[in-house]
Nanobody
């Protein structure tokens, strides 16, 4: 059974940094894509970033471009480095795994349970 487990969330002030991690067990995504999504209260889950595991191709939402960096290590660990955090970045952050890079929720088969990120002003 595939499991994705996020960690690294917390409460920070505007301008601070956080690094989220996602560890995958049950299979490796060495030939697939891993993404980060987020969901704020009363809003739909939205795309943040994606990385194609095989060649390192990355793509970001405009709202985080230049501030967030997605990366991977070994065969089963995904990261999201978040710098210059803003209050509007407050959300539950989810990692997701799928066959090809996607910006839509429907493009991913596997999801973690989420980790809360709260940015105070």
């Amino acid at each position: 059974q595939v499991q994705l487990v996020e960690s690294g969330g917390g409460l920070v002030q505007a301008g601070d940094s956080l690094r989220l991690s996602c560890v995958v067990s049950g299979r490796t995504f060495s030939r697939f894509a891993m993404g980060w999504f987020r969901q704020a209260p009363e809003k739909e889950r939205e795309f943040v970033a994606v990385i194609n595991w095989a060649d390192g191709y990355t793509h970001y939402a405009d709202s985080v471009k230049g501030r967030f960096t997605i990366s991977r290590a070994n065969a089963n660990t995904l990261y999201l480095q978040m710098n210059s955090l803003k209050p509007e970045d407050t959300a539950v952050y989810y990692c997701a795994g799928g066959d090809v890079p996607h910006t839509s929720v429907a493009g991913y088969k596997y999801w973690g349970q989420g980790t809360q990120v709260t940015v105070s002003s």
